[in-house]
């Protein structure tokens, strides 16, 4: 058995679970989210806790009843707390900044970088070279910030560039120059 999938989902207070079908929908105070399950996967709510349960030890059954259990999971805490990804911009002359509700980024082109927010997700420049995204669902806010990252990523010879926040690039050294050995 699963050990993820076995595990029951507790739904705190604030927090409602509906099914109807195969539709799942959870309602928070940071929004609502919805999801199809899939058909051989079962799921049942039973007073404050979501159990999640397959039908065989088939390969296919197996791993979609740990992902689901983990989707659901995803669901009640983001609607609950939500999820952040921070983001740092390092390098001369690259930041970052707010207009409207467009992120505009200076990275090193010589044009702006313009990447509009989708619906789900805010975005926060608290400093020129800081960004926060943040919102409900988990998988739209770390595809953004994957998305936001792809623009410039970090350089391994002087690390510039955009990247998590904590996320370390491994330096490479630079050529040896004149008087190198042959």
């Known amino acids: 058995m699963s050990r993820i999938g076995r595990m ?9 679970v509906k099914l109807v079908g195969r539709d799942l929908t959870v309602t928070g105070p ?3 989210l919805e999801r199809e399950i899939v058909k051989d996967i079962k799921v049942e709510i039973e007073g404050t ?15 979609l009843h ?24 390092q390098g001369v ?4 900044a ?6 505009i980024l200076t990275v090193g082109y010589s044009h702006l970088v313009s990447m509009p927010e989708i619906e ?12 926060i995204i943040s919102g409900p669902d988990k998988q739209k806010v770390g595809q953004f910030a994957a998305e936001v ?23 490479k050294e630079g050529k040896a120059g004149k008087g190198g050995k042959k």
């Open 120 to 131: 789900g997700i805010s975005i926060e420049v608290p400093a020129p070279n800081k960004i």
């Open 8 to 16: 029951p989902i507790d739904v705190p207070s604030g927090v409602t």
């Open 49 to 63: 806790v979501i159990t999640v349960t397959r039908p065989s030890d088939k390969k296919n059954h197996r791993s």
């Open 149 to 171: 990252r792809e623009k410039r990523p970090p350089e391994p010879y002087k690390g510039k560039g955009i990247r998590y926040l904590g996320e370390v690039v491994k330096r």
């Open 66 to 89: 740990g992902l689901t259990r983990t989707l659901i999971a995803n669901m009640v805490e983001g609607v609950l707390k939500g999820f952040t990804k921070e983001l740092e911009i």
């Open 30 to 32: 940071k929004g609502t």
């Open 98 to 103: 707010k207009q409207g509700k467009d992120l």
């Open 93 to 96: 002359g690259y930041r970052a």
